[in-house]
């Protein structure tokens, strides 16, 4: 197997992490600059009550000065604030605000010019305070990002810089420290994954699984060994997305950008209006104070940034208010396949053993022995099979790779080889690794063959799975208004077709090119908002030419992540539906925000037009206008029914347990497809079946009647009745099958005849694919909700 080594450019979260540190040794005066919102709501707040308390002792003068200051102040904020937008070139709100306060001083009403002066203050301390809540889940990333490593190294454990770290290092992490780097486990482990998946329970994980960086020891010191270096490794990706995302220049909110293009020339022509036709400026100023449109500058910010906050605890990073915006108009979303709608990684599927050879469980415990310190991306998967099975590993010794073809070393003092099979198992090939080799083009899936002190004992076939909760997805966004989903694929038809009738697509692009899934995405742009998903470096260009692109990068930085405007950290990718349910909700409060609280404002500047509105009573009531609009905005806080299902503590330990009594039952049915290929109508053998019955009859069938004890009460409760009925018929189909082979065989007396052994294979074949498929509606459902 060849090495995962690759040359990369490397970032370093270090330097990150110490400019924060830096930021937190401010001056005073630093501070302030860096919270004026906060200063200008204070003084704002400070004048209009120190002037209040003036006109209460009857000292008239000094609260007119005083209330001048505090307009004088709102004044040169507005100001500021219209000619930073001027020299950007945007339309801003900020303009009614200013013309506003001017008039507030020109006809001599300052109190309404503090008013006014208060709620823009308000406003943009409002807006800073949601944002900041909306980067604080992405800050916190930075900030613990780690700096160093221990190494092992021949002469003992070495403190290393974590830029220094190369794939194959072995890493000791201790209690309590942080992953450096993106590793493989030598040992088990209990880690705090919270700080990128939001799971608030440490999660164990046995010897051969995959770890990120970034997440916590939360157990006894682990070794672990680098499957990354510091720049490719998952904590570096998500250093790098929260710079790109706090440095984009996108537009915040969109929909007041909008409002505000056809409400700012509105006010402008009404309070015109009002002093052309009476030549009185106080009904102009009288206009302008009502219209001071806070709605805009409070409650879309504060609705918009409450969506991207709980996007983020949901691992869903949305850069920016314009990217929620889109997300949420999308009416077409393209997939790409290849980690996306598959895992994106081999996965064990079937091993095989050879007739009179090891048993199968055997051949993966040498492989996954002997792969358990090799960085190969296939070895992670190898391990991972053998552990959920139970097997016990040992330490392999003398262990060294050929590039390109293999792995081998002793373990237990024995020759293990593993790779490609003219080097593991030598030339000429034998029949049976045809056979495999037949087997794998037919699944699709790769060969691995395993050989000890020179003879072939078997092979293991990998496959790219489709992830488990990709069906359920797909069924969600259909829900949530998602009216066409279109899967665009580089590989073949054949294999893109199989995938897309599994999760349920609408139509199937497949042998796409770069250039071609631009071309696909343009057509679909034509006719509805498109949202494109993917993981890959040939995916960037169709992110960013898609409405919104949607990166999937829980496993590190692609160019993809870089280029697309929604990244998901977490490896769950029903995590994208609740992102475009959270995005339609919080784009609706926005414009209901907005709708109500710039009607109210309309209503009011047509009274003051008239007359019967004077600015000081013009401003409170703009106040409690400000308030009904930030009440409906602040719902978007609020929880409300996602479609992601969240595991009580109790039932998340029950599917822990369910699922490893899952995975002790699949050697077995693995066992039932050998014993029916080793059927033979020239020879019958009946011994290997009988000797199988007895093992369905004390592992398999226990395990069934268990499952519809425990496992169909657990679907009926977190998924629904009706997927529930689904696995408890299929469980009584198994059953009925394992009957039909005992009255089989128990019928036979003395040798077999052909049309037994042909009777037989048809029945050991249908058990064997309605278990697969019980496996599949198992995994896809219940086993799909648990964290890990």
Same mark, same amino acid.
């Given at each position: 197997?060849?090495s995962?080594h ?5 970032h370093?979260?270090?330097v ?12 005073p ?5 860096a919270? !004026?919102?906060?200063? $200008? ?5 400070v004048?209009?009550a ?5 006109w209460?002792?009857?000292?008239g ?5 005083? !209330?001048?200051?505090g307009t004088?102040l @709102?004044?040169?904020?507005?100001? #500021?604030m ?6 950007r070139?945007?339309?801003t ?5 200013l013309l ?5 001083l020109? +006809?001599r009403?300052?109190f309404a010019?503090?008013? +006014?002066?208060a709620?823009?203050a ?6 800073e305070?949601?944002?900041?809540? #909306?980067?604080?889940e ?6 613990r ?5 221990r ?5 003992? &454990?070495?403190? &290393?810089? +974590?830029?220094?770290?190369? *794939?194959?290092d072995?890493l ?14 030598l040992?088990p482990?209990a $880690? ?8 608030p329970?440490p999660v ?6 995959d ?5 916590v020891?939360?157990g006894?010191?682990?070794?672990i060994?680098?499957t ?7 904590y ?5 997305l929260?710079?790109?995302?706090q440095a984009?220049?996108?537009?915040? *909110?969109?929909?007041?950008?909008r ?7 509105l006010?402008l022509v009404?309070?015109?209006?009002? !002093?052309a036709l009476t030549g %009185? ?6 206009v302008?104070? *009502?219209?001071?449109?806070c709605?805009l500058?409070?409650a ?10 709980r996007?983020?605890?949901?691992? +869903? ?17 393209l997939f790409d ?6 895992e994106?990684?081999p ?7 050879v ?16 792969d358990?310190?090799s ?6 998967s ?6 959920s099975?139970?097997?016990a590993?040992?330490?392999p010794?003398d =262990?060294?790779? &050929?590039h @390109?073809?293999?792995l081998e070393?002793r373990?237990g003092?024995?020759?293990v080889?593993i790779?490609?099979a003219a080097?593991?198992?030598?030339e000429?090939?034998?029949?049976? =690794?045809?056979?495999v ?5 037919l699944?699709?899936a790769?060969?691995?063959? /395993?050989?000890v %002190?020179?003879?072939?004992?078997g092979a293991i076939l990998?496959?790219?799975r489709?992830r488990p909760?990709?069906?359920r ?12 989903? &279109?899967?665009?694929t580089g ?7 199989s995938? @897309? ?13 770069p250039e071609?899934?631009l071309?696909?995405?343009?057509a ?6 498109t949202?494109m /998903? ?5 995916d ?7 409405? *919104? @692109?949607?990166a999937?990068?829980a ?6 992540s870089?280029?697309?405007?929604v990244v ?5 990718i029903? #995590?994208?539906a %609740?992102a475009v349910l959270i995005?339609r ?6 414009l ?11 209503v009011?500047?047509?009274?003051a #037009? ?6 000081a009573a013009g401003?409170?009531l703009q106040?409690?206008?400000d308030l009904?609009?930030?009440g ?6 609020l ?17 822990r347990r369910?699922?490893?009594?899952h %995975?002790d039952?699949?050697?077995? =049915? ?5 014993v ?6 020239l020879?019958?053998?009946l011994?290997p079946t009988?000797a199988l019955?007895?093992r ?8 069934e ?14 998924i ?6 689904a696995v408890?018929r299929v469980?009584?189909e198994i059953?009925r099958?394992v009957m ?11 040798e077999?005849t052909a049309e037994?052994? /042909?009777?037989?294979r ?6 064997y694919a309605?278990?697969r498929l019980?496996?599949?509606q ?11």
């Open positions: 197997m060849m995962a690759r040359p990369a450019e490397r370093t979260p270090a990150v992490c110490r400019s924060a540190t830096s930021q937190r040794k401010r001056s005066r630093g501070w302030l600059v919270h !004026w919102e906060t200063g $200008f709501l204070l003084a704002s707040l004048a209009f120190a002037g209040g308390l003036a209460l002792a009857d000292r003068a000094l609260a007119e000065a005083i !209330w001048v200051g004088v @709102g004044l040169v904020v507005s100001l #500021a219209v000619a930073v937008a001027v020299a070139r945007q339309a709100v900020d303009v009614i605000a506003a306060l001017a008039g507030a020109w +006809v009403e300052p010019g503090t008013i +006014v002066t709620m823009l308000s406003g943009q301390w409002l807006e305070r949601a944002a900041a809540r #909306a980067r604080r992405l800050r916190l990333l930075v900030e990002a780690p700096r160093t490593a190494r092992l190294d021949p002469v003992g &454990v070495q403190v &290393v810089p +974590v830029e220094e770290v190369a *794939v194959g072995q000791l992490v201790a209690s309590g420290e942080i992953i450096p780097v993106d590793g493989r486990l040992g482990g $880690f705090d994954e919270s700080a990128l998946t939001g799971e329970l164990d994980r046995p010897t051969g699984d770890v990120r960086s970034g997440i020891n939360a006894s010191p682990v070794t060994v680098a990354a270096d510091s720049g490719g490794s998952t570096a990706a998500l250093v790098a929260v710079e790109q995302a984009s220049s996108a537009p915040f *909110v969109r929909v007041a950008d409002f505000a293009l056809a409400f700012v020339p006010t009404l309070a015109g209006a009002a !002093w %009185d400026a106080v009904r102009t100023v009288a302008l104070v *009502v219209a001071t449109p709605p500058l409070l879309a910010p504060i609705a918009i940034m409450s969506g991207i906050s996007a983020a605890r949901f691992g +869903v990073i949305v850069k920016g208010g314009g990217a929620l915006e889109q997300l949420g108009t999308g009416r077409v979303m396949k290849t980690g996306t709608l598959t994106g990684r996965t064990v599927s079937s091993v095989l053993g007739p009179g050879g090891p048993a199968p469980a055997e051949v993966l415990r040498l492989a996954a022995s002997l358990q310190v960085p190969h991306v296939l070895a992670s190898i391990v991972t099979a053998a552990t099975r139970g097997l590993l040992e330490l010794t =262990v060294h790779e &050929v @390109g073809v293999g070393g373990v003092g024995r020759l080889r790779g490609r080097w593991a198992v030598g000429p090939l034998p029949a049976w =690794v045809r056979q080799r037949r087997r794998a083009a699944e699709d790769l060969s691995v063959h /395993v050989s %002190d020179g003879e072939g004992i990998l496959e790219d489709v909760d990709a069906w997805m797909v069924r969600t966004l259909r829900d949530v208004g998602i009216e066409r989903v &279109v899967l665009v590989d073949r038809a054949d294999a893109g077709h995938v @897309g009738r599994l999760v349920g697509v609408d139509e199937v692009i497949a042998d796409c090119s071609d899934k071309a696909v995405i343009t679909e742009s034509r006719t509805a908002p949202i /998903v993917g993981d890959g470096v040939n960037a260009p169709a992110l960013a030419a898609a409405g *919104v @692109g949607v999937v990068a496993r590190g930085a692609t160019a993809s870089e280029a697309a405007d998901l950290t977490v490896d769950r029903d #995590a994208l %609740d995005a909700r919080s784009k609706r409060i926005a209901q925000a907005v709708c109500v609280g710039m009607g109210l404002s309309l009011a500047m047509v009274v #037009a008239l007359g019967y509105l004077p600015p401003a409170v106040e409690g206008i009904a609009a930030i409906i905005a602040l719902r978007g806080l929880p409300t029914r996602l479609h992601t299902i969240t595991l009580s503590p109790e039932d998340e330990a029950l599917g369910l699922r490893e009594d %995975d039952t699949l050697v077995v =049915v693995e066992v039932i497809r050998q029916a290929d080793g059927l033979s109508t020879r019958p053998d011994e009988r019955l007895v369905i009859d004390d592992e398999l069938v226990p395990h009647r268990r499952d519809e004890r425990l496992l169909v009460p657990f679907i009926a409760r977190t629904g009745q009706g997927d529930a009925m408890s469980h009584a059953e099958k039909r082979l005992h009255r089989l065989v128990d019928g036979i007396e003395g077999a037994d052994v /042909v009777e037989l048809r029945l050991l074949y249908g058990l309605v278990l019980h496996n599949a198992e995994e896809e459902g219940a086993f799909s909700l648990m964290p890990d």
